[in-house]
């Protein structure tokens, strides 16, 4: 019994100190948020008032607002292109039978490992090439390359576990492919397209170094970038309250997102991984 309890003990010290360790970052960035001024270099854990001022500034910043809306259309454009994709390759790998299907899918996860860095001058040329770039339509192009192997797999993964009976009986109805994604299969993916989808937009909200690399100009740019771009009164400022404001801005509405959805993603997450 003590033992038991001990183990108890230890198991909550130890999801507390994960929570506080993944909590505190975003915890300290609220703090600093309502700083000004020389306040900003006194280490604080608790804060002891709160001015409004550096959210103003944000808020009123109509280039930060522009960037919040170049963010919201590349990513919903980037999740919607992903699903499309996805969902018809995972029909054909989980459904369809051909010789090399799994290589072709083991394939397609190996692509998922490439860092950024490394495809970023052959995307750059790409993107030169099909005339798009300093255009929201180069930042939807990468993220959906790198969007969809994930993707994909979760969705075949899902899509193989589904009953063939129902895909039998469709198919003697005289439905064709394309009525059994869309009619039969789509309602029971949800799960899956809705973890799909709110992990592609959140890669696409928070990625960096292609919408750094394809922008030149400001109203193109999209909120990473448009955060790192804040400056200050003078060239030797940085504004850290501001900067902390815009961060709590952007992420507060991903934080209700996966609130939200929290079942769904788990759901979509373990598909396929118990059978019977």
Known sequence: MIKRQLN???????????????????YYSVITSFKTGTDLFSVDYFPKHFDLRNYRDVLNNDNFLRSILNSVFIASTTVVCALFLAVTASYALARV???????????????????????????FEMVRFLGIYNSPWAMILSYTIFTLPFTVWVLTTFMRDLPVEIEEAAIVDGATPWVIITQVFLPLLWPALVTTGLLAFIGAWNEFLFALTFTASETMRTVPVAIAMLSGASDHEIPWGTIM?????????????????????VAGLTAGGVKG
């Not at 108890?8 to 975003?26: E, W």
């Not at 039978?97 to 052959?122: D, E, N």
């Not at 404001?245 to 993603?265: C, D, E, G, N, Y």
């Open 97 to 123: 039978r051909f010789k090399g299907r799994g290589l072709l899918l083991m394939t397609i996860l190996a692509v998922s490992m490439f860092p950024q860095i490394a495809v970023l001058a052959g995307l």
């Open 245 to 265: 404001a815009a961060s709590v801005v952007v992420t507060v509405p991903l934080i209700i997102l996966v609130l939200i959805f929290q079942r769904k993603i």
């Open 8 to 26: 108890s003990v230890a198991f909550y010290l130890l999801v507390i100190s994960i929570v506080v360790v993944a909590v505190f970052p975003f």
